[in-house]
């Protein structure tokens, strides 16, 4: 990889930063974990499929586009 390249440089950048880092390091695990917690479990209990409970399987895009176009005539 060219070293004066702009990907070469950002990695570089990123990768001196974060070694160098202790409490980062910390508060990068927090972050992940709290992302993994909204995206992965409550996801599972507060966002349902809708589409698998409410439309026949291939009908999906019709379920969605008279959905949408009853909503727009409210």
Known sequence: MNKNGFLY???DLYYD???SMT???TLWV???IKLFIMFAILKVFFFPDFLKTHANEG???DFVESEIV???NE
């Open 9 to 11: 440089r950002a990695y």
């Open 23 to 25: 409490l980062g390091k």
């Open 59 to 61: 009908d999906e895009p």
């Open 30 to 32: 927090v972050i992940l």
């Open 17 to 19: 930063g974060f070694r």
């Open 70 to 72: 009853g909503r727009l």
